[in-house]
């Protein structure tokens, strides 16, 4: 596959305090888009700043799901940076681009170079934003969290320039009922058809099955499933746990055993929400850097 790399300018964004909310950003300036066909969506970042921060300056990137055909935003991504941000931590809802090869060249590269471009962004703006660039995570829904782990399985390879050797490795993951594999036996087919298809190559599969690319470098993760789950199964969540723990990584599995696919922040038929125990677990840690 051929490598691309693309220049862009450092972005000065100007923030007034009745906007400082909620702000978006562009991810790249207009004219200088990777991969991008004329005509195509810009990728955004929206930023909810919290009224009252925790300290320690800690930030949340989030993807929502929609298996790469779009983003699910109302139902888990504004939701998700809602509660973030009411209990003190900084969220960036990520409007990557979802996979069109009318819109765009290598489109499997797309939503990566988009979830790595925000770390970098984040990071070299944490002084703006009042954040610590060591403790800026990445969660993910159902294809989201598929994105998330690639990010985190993968933060060495990249199609971005990178002249401040920005870390593009996320200091920790949350991954909700997420697409972790592209096997045949656990997958989303139609996150799967989207991201790689139509000429599906068992090498993109292998190289897109992210329980398979697990190192002691990948960053800790809180994941949450429902065992009852028929969309994508909770296997993958699992698969991923498992490999976590053979490599030493920090994991935290939060099962349900009623939770049917696309239950977001709350899932009305349980007692205790997942969300809950990840905000504990995002201000207990401090994350170690690697």
């Known amino acids: 596959m051929k490598t691309r790399i693309y220049v862009f300018a450092t972005m000065v964004v100007l923030i007034t305090k009745a906007s400082m909310a909620q702000d978006r950003v562009p991810l790249y300036p207009a004219d200088a888009v990777p991969f991008a066909k004329q005509g195509a969506d810009l990728p955004s970042i929206t930023i909810y700043q919290p009224k009252h921060p925790q300290p320690g300056g800690k930030a949340v990137i989030v993807c929502s799901g929609g298996a790469y055909i779009g983003r699910a935003n109302d139902v888990e991504g504004i ?81 971005l320039r990178n002249p401040l050797h920005t870390s593009l490795r996320p200091d920790f993951m949350i991954l909700v009922y997420p697409v972790i594999s592209f096997a045949d036996s656990l997958t989303h087919w139609e996150s799967r058809n989207r991201l790689i298809g139509p000429d599906i190559s068992p090498e993109n599969i292998a190289y897109y099955s992210n329980e398979l690319h697990v190192t002691k470098n990948t960053p800790p993760a809180f994941i949450t499933h429902g065992l009852d789950d028929e969309a994508v199964k909770s296997i993958n969540s699992l698969y991923f746990a498992a490999a976590l723990q053979q490599h030493h990584v920090p994991v935290k599995l939060f099962l349900y055993t009623h939770g049917a696919h696309g239950y977001g922040i709350y899932n009305k038929g349980a007692m205790v929400q997942w969300i809950d125990d990840c905000i504990d677990w995002i201000n207990q840690n401090r994350w170690k850097l690697r």
């Open 79 to 159: 939701p998700a940076c809602k509660k973030l941000s009411t209990s003190g931590i900084t969220a960036i809802l990520l409007d990557y681009r979802v996979p069109r090869a009318d819109m765009m060249e290598s489109k499997e590269w797309v939503p990566f170079t988009d979830a790595q471009r925000a770390i970098q962004f984040v990071r070299e703006h944490a002084a703006k934003y009042k954040l610590n660039k060591h403790q800026v995570g990445i969660m993910g829904f159902s294809a989201g969290g598929h994105l998330v782990a690639t990010v985190g399985t993968r933060s060495d390879t990249t199609q």
